[in-house]
Nanobody
Framework: QVQLVESGGGLVQPGGSLKLSCVASGSIASFSAMGWFRQTPGNQRELIATLVNGGSTIYADSVKGRFAISIDNRKNTVYLQMDSLKPEDTAVYYC????????????WGQGTQVAVSS
């Protein structure tokens, strides 16, 4: 089972930027896709960015044009560049691996906290 370790969160002012990282225990290239999710208290995890094996990307409307997902296969690492951050981006961010076109991994790491506040 793939293990994932997220890092890079922190406190940032509105309009600022952060870059999150997620290191996978296995070869990312073997997965159908990699994705970033986020969760706020009392809410379900929300898929916000997907990078499909082959290179296409999909973003939630709430982050489109501000966030960018990328992969370094040599490092088995997925990144999420977050720009023009807003207070509503405050959440715990998680990455996950899509094992098949219809199934995400059941494993969730601890996530990394992002807080956007002045």
């Amino acid at each position: 089972q793939v293990q994932l370790v997220e890092s890079g969160g922190g406190l940032v002012q509105p309009g600022g930027s952060l870059k999150l990282s997620c290191v996978a225990s296995g070869s990312i290239a073997s997965f159908s896709a990699m994705g970033w999710f986020r969760q706020t208290p009392g809410n379900q995890r929300e898929l916000i960015a997907t990078l499909v094996n082959g290179g296409s990307t999909i973003y939630a409307d709430s982050v489109k044009g501000r966030f960018a997902i990328s992969i370094d296969n040599r490092k088995n690492t997925v990144y999420l560049q977050m720009d023009s951050l807003k207070p509503e981006d405050t959440a715990v961010y998680y990455c996950n691996a899509r094992l098949t076109p219809l199934q995400w991994s059941d494993y969730w790491g601890q996530g990394t906290q992002v807080a956007v506040s002045s």
